[in-house]
């Protein structure tokens, strides 16, 4: 089955870690996105990108870091700099861009030991 | 600043009847409207979508309407069923990118 796969769905992480959560895609989709759920608030955007090897800033970039080196793949690293980083994190890619849906993983929960 | 906005956190309605998800935006250069469904500790996922030229969409169940003067558009499901019971999100995307604003989100309830 084509699809999105995000691991792992649970991530603990110390204080002053980075820690890098997977995407991989089957879709053969160009564009991928990642974004970040708080309770009773929706998706922002951090990341995305349109191509391999080229990815823009989101709204909330600061404290994450991207790659974007195979089609299939877009890892984001959550680096200590992000001093809030307890949230739900989704990935999306899109067949291209422009007006099309985007269709999500099942998310990685990422909290602060 | 939101730009996108849900303002009923939460909906309940009796199995059979319709449900009427609302959400409002203020960024006129939005011209793709989406609604997503979303159980909790899942990803979302697509059911509808319209462009600003049209002004309602249809798919089985669900239809979205678009009033682009009041820049409000409404997400309909009839008839609501049990299995609807999710949070519905609202999304709109600006000319020509594919980036997508997300509202807060409204928990939807339907009771059998």
């Known amino acids: 089955d084509g699809g999105i796969t995000q691991s792992p769905k649970y991530l603990f992480r110390k204080e002053g870690q980075n820690v890098t959560l997977s995407c991989e895609q089957n879709?053969?989709?160009?564009?991928m996105y990642w974004y970040r759920q708080d309770p009773g608030q929706g998706l922002r955007l951090i990341y995305y990108s349109q191509i391999v090897n080229d990815f823009q800033k989101g709204d909330i970039a600061e404290g994450y870091s991207v790659s974007r080196e195979k089609k299939e793949s877009f890892p984001l690293t959550v680096t200590s700099a992000q001093k809030n980083p307890t949230a739900f994190y989704l990935c999306a890619s899109s067949i291209e861009r422009g007006p099309r849906p985007q269709h999500f993983g099942d998310g990685t929960r990422l909290s602060i030991l | 600043d939101q730009q996108v906005k849900q303002n009923s956190p939460s909906l309940s309605v009796q199995e059979g009847r319709i449900s009427i998800l609302n959400c409002d935006y203020t960024?006129?250069?939005?011209?793709?409207f989406l609604w997503y469904k979303k159980y909790p500790a899942e990803g979302p996922t697509f059911l509808i979508s319209i462009s600003s030229i049209k002004d309602k969409n249809e798919d089985g169940r669900f239809t979205v309407f678009l009033n682009k003067s009041a820049k409000h558009l409404s997400l309909h499901i009839v008839p609501s069923q049990p299995g609807d019971s999710a949070v519905y999100f609202c999304a709109a995307s600006p000319s020509n990118t594919g980036k997508l604003i997300f509202g807060q989100g409204t928990t939807l309830q339907v009771k059998p």
């Open positions: 879709l053969n989709h160009d564009a």
């Open positions: 960024n006129s250069m939005f011209d793709y």
